[in-house]
């Protein structure tokens, strides 16, 4: 059986992107990114284009967060995301998939020392 790889879509970045966490169900992708200032993306994965069998992205939003990370997942509509000095846990918009308030962060140094922390990808 011959397979074969084919690009069936070319979607503008927002910096180089690191880990990704597909919710199938719901078809919405959510991003890290090692792009400064650090931040997550959320993406909408639109399926059953007329003329087309393949999915296409279009971005929904970006949240800020203090430090670039290397890790995310969801579950019951809050995203988690952790890298370096910190870890975060944001509200997902139930109807839309878009990240919204930051509900809590975590801290994996002492808070005084997180300011002179290194928050860049080269922490991860």
């Known amino acids: 059986e011959n397979k074969k790889l084919e690009v069936v879509q070319s979607v503008p970045g927002h910096g180089p992107h690191q880990y990704l966490y597909v919710d199938r169900p719901n078809h919405r992708l959510?991003?890290?990114s090692w792009k400064e200032p650090p931040h997550l993306s959320a993406w909408s994965i639109q399926v059953g284009h007329p003329g087309s069998d393949h999915p296409r992205l279009s971005l929904i939003n970006q949240a800020p967060i203090t430090?670039?990370?290397s890790?995310?997942?969801s579950k019951h509509g809050l995203l988690f995301s952790a890298g370096g000095p910190t870890g975060e846990i944001h509200q997902l918009n139930q109807d839309t998939g878009a990240i919204e308030?930051?509900?809590q962060e975590l801290l994996f140094v002492p808070a005084e020392a997180?300011?002179?922390?290194?928050?860049?990808?080269k922490a991860l």
């Open 30 to 32: 959510y991003v890290t």
């Open 67 to 69: 430090a670039v990370s």
């Open 71 to 73: 890790y995310i997942t």
């Open 101 to 103: 308030k930051k509900l």
């Open 114 to 121: 997180l300011h002179n922390e290194d928050k860049s990808r």
